[in-house]
């Protein structure tokens, strides 16, 4: 079983090493993106955000 999923996440953990493509680095606002940093997800949500329960659905 090499694929395991965190109930009420979205972070999904392999058993399996996994490469990079290599990119080059950009500045957006005062976060660095591609290169060597980690990853970045950004999402959107049209519920409250004090509304959790209703947020991570």
């Known amino acids: 079983m090499g694929l ?3 109930p009420a ?3 999904v953990v392999t058993n399996q090493m996994f ?5 080059s680095e950009v ?4 976060t660095p993106m591609g290169g060597e940093n980690p990853i970045r997800v950004q ?3 049209n519920t ?10």
């Open 27 to 30: 500045w957006i606002g005062n």
């Open 9 to 11: 996440m979205t972070e």
């Open 43 to 45: 999402s959107m949500t």
């Open 19 to 23: 490469q990079r493509r290599k990119s």
């Open 4 to 6: 395991r999923v965190k």
């Open 48 to 57: 409250s955000t004090l509304d959790t329960e209703g947020s991570i659905q």
